[in-house]
């Protein structure tokens, strides 16, 4: 009956014990559920309260010419752009066609980012051309990197082979680096040669990718007096089709080609 | 008698006052751009684009016996049939920021149905003016709609842009823009 009865009481205990483990583990969940959701809403209410607040006045520049027509332009980056829609005689204005000054407003903003974009991909296509000199000179040294007659301690030739390789690589990522960080001003889809160019990236991405690792497992091979075989095997024909996509998606943004001097 | 000369000069006077009043009327005139196919060329000597643009709007107002004309386009609705050689173009006419090419002329009104119109432009594009004096344009008149083509000789130095380059060659300055045209007065 008594140890019945200790059993009891450990039972208890234990449920106790348990009970207020959970309680414990649950309520600063709970709690802080519900301060993250009232900071939430906080959050949600004084970015309304933000977005609802008027803008400042910004300062009224008036230009000489503007005095002369009697007219007030507004400030900052749509100074210019106010000036040139004001008509030079008595004719007809932009508003006539139908078009307001949000219409014809134009974004020094924007703009700025539309010189960022050209800047950059600019550099992409100067880095792209000069990106084909080391590829194509690892396609040539390409001929000189198996072993010649199961001669495998002569290295120099894919040594070189190795380094230009790893040149075009390098230069690939540098080249591509800048497409992808240029600022996107447009979400229309792509139409013409530069569509097909950005296909072609599927093709070679994953080349500039494999072409390497294949290359290391093929020089690893080699270097422990193997034949190359497996998937290394493929380093050479995933090279050349990486060149190839590669070339092909330098030509698809110059098309179409019509030499006349 | 008295009467009767009274009676004479108000019927003289009323038709009189009513014709004047018509020509009036008449001459107070407005135009509207009903179809607009604008295209402009450029010269690469690896290169030759053309970019056509179909949202040109117009609207012209005669008083006077004269007509002033305007009509604008926005430099994003030319479309070269590459879009990343639109938005080229669109960065380096600046058109994010002067997003509206303006042509205004000045016409008399008796000239209007003429087979060649003779235009002085003034364009307004990337930020600058330039003039273009005598442009020819050829006219047919079909009923009330006015069918207008011609060229307009305008080059990329006249707008102080930068020529854009590929492969370190700059286009050619020369940028003609054909126009074709329809308008019908209202």
């Known amino acids: 009956m008594e140890i019945q009865g200790r059993t009891w009481a450990g039972v208890t205990r234990v449920l106790i014990g348990g009970l207020c483990f959970t309680i414990l583990c649950a309520v600063p969940g709970r709690l802080a559920a519900q301060i993250s959701q009232q900071q939430g809403i906080q959050v949600a209410s004084s970015k309304a309260e933000t977005l609802t607040l008027p803008d400042a006045p910004l300062p009224v520049v008036v230009t000489k010419s503007a005095l002369n027509r009697g007219n007030t332009l507004s400030s900052g980056s749509s100074l210019l752009t106010h000036a040139q829609n004001q008509p030079p005689s008595n004719g007809p204005s932009l508003s006539d066609l139908g078009l307001s000054p949000a219409d014809t407003e134009g974004s020094a903003a924007r703009q700025a980012l539309m010189d960022r974009r050209t800047h950059m991909l600019k550099i992409h296509q100067r880095l792209g051309l000069i990106t084909v000199i080391p590829v194509a000179a690892a396609c040539i040294s390409s001929a000189g990197a198996p072993p010649e007659k199961g001669n495998y301690s002569d290295t120099t030739s894919r040594d070189i082979h190795v380094a230009l390789g790893a040149t075009a690589v390098a230069m690939y990522a540098a080249t591509a680096s800048y497409a992808i960080r240029a600022p996107r001003v447009s979400h229309e889809p792509a139409r013409g040669g530069v569509k097909w160019h950005k296909y072609l990236i599927y093709i070679h991405a994953p080349g500039m990718v494999l072409t390497p690792i294949l290359g290391a497992m093929a020089y690893n091979q080699i270097s422990s007096g193997q034949k190359v075989h497996g998937i290394a095997s493929a380093h050479g024909a995933v090279a050349a089709a990486t060149a190839a996509s590669y070339g092909a998606a330098i030509l698809a943004v110059s098309w179409p080609i019509h030499i006349k001097f | ?186």
């Open chain 2, 1 to 186: 008698m008295n009467k009767f000369s009274l009676f004479a000069t108000l019927l003289l006077t009323v038709p009189a006052y009513t014709l004047l009043n018509a020509q009036a009327s008449a001459s107070d005139q407005t135009w509207k751009l009903d179809q607009s196919t604008l295209t402009y060329h450029m010269s690469h000597p690896m290169h030759e684009v053309d970019g056509t643009s179909h949202a040109a709007l117009g609207t012209g107002k005669c008083h006077a016996g004269q007509c002033d004309f305007l009509v604008a386009v926005a430099v994003k609705s030319f479309d070269s049939g590459d879009s990343n050689r639109d938005l080229h173009m669109i960065q380096t006419t600046r058109g994010a920021q002067f997003p509206y090419v303006q042509v205004r002329f000045r016409l008399s009104q008796a000239s209007l149905n003429a087979s060649t119109l003779d235009c002085d432009l003034e364009v307004q594009f990337a930020g600058n003016t330039a003039n273009y004096s005598h442009v020819t344009f050829q006219q047919t008149v079909q009923g009330a709609s006015h069918h207008i083509t011609g060229v307009v000789p305008s080059t990329v130095s006249d707008f102080k842009i930068d020529p854009p380059t590929f492969l370190t060659i700059p286009i050619k300055n020369a940028i003609p823009v054909r126009v074709d045209m329809v308008w019908h007065a209202e």
